[in-house]
């Protein structure tokens, strides 16, 4: 069935119908071109904001940059020195790396016995952890707090908040993975039980391997998410000198109130392993959210 | 080590009775040793706590948020009917934190189903849409933090930072500049203009990816018979499309829920309470008035909200069901 | 056979559930042992940032080099939900310094502090080196939790007296003065007030408005009543003090946006209105640590006397003259050791007030602190101001219990969009004040 990704036209358009089309697909192209630069406007200027010297931002908009060259970088090395945001860039990723592994890991094992292993009560754990997925971090930050001061202070370290982004990642993790796991033909896992290879063998080499755009899928949407997370680093990290670059910012948000010229570099650090990961990888980003919510 | 598995028939073999003992011995293990570490990391780290804080929310809670002092339904009471920052129905419009989601609840969804929808109608029709989506859809990988940050500026009263003061400047030069975050009147709604925004990227990804499976047939046919755009869109687009649109919103519903940081970066709630949320609330009764109580009322009160969410999933997840 | 298999199963796939979840809740309540730090080394928390930070730590290394005890400093950008977040997780700083003593009296109350008695701060000593006044701040139920560190006048108005020299103004004395020298500089085509009060965090200088009108119109019995919670917010003299505040804060006087552009801006940005490079207003009303602010942050180019200058809060009710409301900042510990002993001591040295003295941004509470060791005539006038007082009174906001001061503070900014509705907007802070008294 032709769909509208595939229409082709069945015969050249004359000039005349070509011009037609483009006239009255002008309003569509302004209206898309319009947007799209409203879009990135705000993006755009905070960007050059962060390249000016402070002086200069003080006395004219940023849009002046754009034709009077004066960038410096100074405002990143500041940034990165002295108010501590390399230190929190590096902070980032040590809590954002094992709280991904972590529920990919412990989602992509559960989801492979929820869908090739059966035993009683699956489906109903299955419906119960679909539930588990719109439940708000509100509800765990006071009594994991506790917890984890009573387990050892592990909100001394990053445990703490590992544990905490594991649990919250888990269920989107089993659910997506889960549902592509059951995708999988058939007959190739039947083959391989009949050759009698274990469920954790079928599960490592042949289910892992087939499965790496999910898998990516979820780790760069929980990568992403853990990354951006604000709440949650604000609570669970008691120590200063282990905070991530979203709470580092808040902190020079309030003391250099309007020096636009340090948040604006701060903030564009923060952005970039994002925009990075998101550009290199948007093909699974997409796929990650489209898996989730999206009927297959 | 599981056992030889029984010789299977030509025949397509009959779905066991659910829930009896028909499972191969030894699977029934496996299957445990599969999810346990995820049930249990759930079990205690996301179970327990909803329960804890369900607990909470019926005592008052002291600083270390034991259970000291019950107070049976107080907090929910005086949430809900002594707490004016939250929610004030003594004059006419009510204002409070529950209030400002539920105009999150309709500007936000509104405007980010219509940005998204309609761009990826458009876009649909040009060559460079990979282009348009991709810009559309960056702002969703930045941290909320950040288009907090990135809004600000952009707000900003002063005619040498702010560009949409600028731009208005621009066209009318006698417009003075308006503090956007800072005026009661406008600050909730350019807070949700900011994650508009950002939302929108989603939407429109989503829904683009609907649209073009949209039979072309069905189009072609009815451009033939002479049918607008507009009327293709209305007619038969959309309600082509209220699948995902219907799980595109309950996504946005869920954000607007749970949003948090952009009203601490941008406004902390202000000016004065004006842009409070839900979320917001809980997190400023919690640990700047400590009291852990009310607090967990507040959380047992968004749980409430997206019950339904749940309860729909679940229900969607149900009907889908497949069996292996 | 099977049905058993089956039955055992089940039995452990619920064992592990309750497991888990009696593991989860039988470790409430159990303590660890806490982390051990490194020795000689305090963490020290405070909320300052910028000029006032770097200020304390000149302090903290002149510490570091009498003991060798190393000070780390920290920030926080909410200090209540910081202190109680890391008292929740078990680590708390070694030492705060709380700007309120509304705060320290709520956490003092609730267990988080150390007496300071006992740890070598007795009467005798507190006597010796503060007024009554400084001392009866920190101490809550008779026991004393909190050093007075630093202070700050906040009855001054900034002014620039090469503008006062230019149109031949006088210092206002009095508070019709103080209007009829607001209407002339709006005459002159000069919008005169500048104020950053927004958005959320600098809500607290319209609360020092509020205070500097309410002890001058109300008296400072009032005062203190009205601060205890003895008296109601929706009483008279509050909603009159009210009305005579936005006579000045309105949109017509307050430069750049009027009273929407003030509640976006913050303090910082305030003062840079009349200070910074691109000065565009005339007057601004805050505590004396403006001018280090001013000097320091915004613009390094302006001359003490010439360019930036303060006068005393003008009277307004003459039999009230002219109260002095100030503020300041304890130090208070969570937990007791040598070392913070010893860092505690050196708070309260005459050293270390002429330290932190000297970088023309505060006061010190300490009586022994000499008067040469202020750098410049303008804290020089400030400590003189506070040391001659007649009639001394703390900040009122930050005598408030908890973050009621924070709710005070958005009342207010609600109050200046609509004076109008003061009365209703005093009745509803009046129920949160209610709860939190």
Known sequence: ?296 | MSQPPLPTPVLEPQEPPRGLGTFRAGERLQGLFFIAPALVVLGIFLVYPAYYTVRLAFYQGDFLYRFSNFLGLDNFKELLTDDPSFLDLSSFPPSGALVNNFRWVIFYIALSLAFGLGLAVLAVRVRYERVVKSIIFVPMAISATAVGLIWLFVYSPDLDNGILNAVIHGVDHGFDPIAWVGRPSTVNYALIFAYVWASTGFVMVVLSAAIKGIPTEIIEASRVDGAGEWAIFRRIMVPMLSLPIAVVTVWLFINVIKVFDIIYVMTGGGPGTSSRVIAYTMYKETFENGRGGYGAAVAVLMLLLVLPVMVLNVRRFRSERVTT | MKRRSWLVLLAVAVGLGLISTVLAGASYGRTAVPQTKKAGTINVLSLWGGSEKSAFLKVTDAFTAKTGIKIEYETARDFIPAIRTRLAAGNPPDVAIVPRPGYLASLAREGAFKDLRPLGFTPAYMKARYTSGWTSLGTVGGKLYGLAVKANSKSVIWYKPDSFAKYKFKVPKTWAQLIALTKAYKAKGLTPWGLGCGPGPSSWTLTDWFENIYARTAGPAKYDRLFAGKLKFTDASVLNALKLMTSILNNKYIAGGGVQGALGRTFVSGIGQVFGPNAKAQLYMEGGFVGGIALDQVNTKLKPGKTIAFFPWPTITPKYDSPLVGGGDLAAAFKDNADIRSFLKYLSTPAAGAIWVSTGAVISPNKQTKSSAYPNLLVRAEAKQVASAKIFRFDGSDLMPGALGDTWGAALQNVIQKPGNAKKIMSDFQKEADKAY
Not at chain 1, 99 to 128: M, Q
Not at chain 1, 220 to 248: E, H, Y
Request: charged residues 10%; contains cysteine; proline residues 6%.
């Open chain 1, 1 to 296: 069935m032709a769909t509208l990704e595939h229409a082709v036209p069945f015969k050249p358009l004359t000039v005349t119908e070509r011009l037609l089309r483009f006239v009255t697909r002008t309003p569509v192209h302004i209206g898309l071109i319009g947007i799209s630069i409203v879009w990135l406007v705000p993006t755009l200027g905070l960007g050059v904001t962060s390249f000016r010297p402070r002086d200069d931002i003080a006395a004219s908009g940023w849009w002046h940059a754009l034709t009077h060259w004066n960038w410096t970088t100074k405002n990143y090395s500041s940034v990165i020195h002295s108010a501590g945001m390399g230190h929190a860039f590096l902070n980032s990723v040590y809590i954002t790396v094992p709280a991904t592994v972590l529920p990919l890991t412990l989602g992509a094992l559960a989801a492979f016995g929820f869908a090739w292993i059966r035993f009683p009560f699956r489906d109903t754990l299955f419906l119960a952890i679909v539930a588990l997925m719109v439940i708000p971090i509100q509800t765990s930050l006071v009594p994991l707090l506790r917890l984890f001061k009573d387990w050892g202070h592990l909100n001394n370290g990053f445990v703490g908040i590992w544990l905490a982004h594991t649990a919250f990642g888990l269920p989107l993790a089993v659910f997506l993975l889960r549902n592509f796991f059951i995708t999988l033909p058939k007959d190739l896992i039947e083959a391989a039980r009949m050759d009698g290879a274990s469920n954790l063998s079928i599960f490592r080499r042949i289910v892992v391997p087939l499965s790496v755009p999910a898998l990516a899928s979820f780790a760069i949407f929980q990568f992403l998410w853990v990354w951006n997370d604000l709440l949650m680093a604000l609570i669970f990290i008691s120590d200063p000198s282990k905070r991530p670059m979203t709470v580092q910012i808040t902190y020079l948000l309030s003391t250099y109130g309007q020096e636009y010229n340090l948040l604006s570099a701060a903030a564009f650090l923060l952005m970039c392993l994002p925009l990075v990961v998101f550009f290199s990888l948007q093909r699974y980003f997409v796929q990650g959210l489209l898996a989730g919510s999206v009927k297959s």
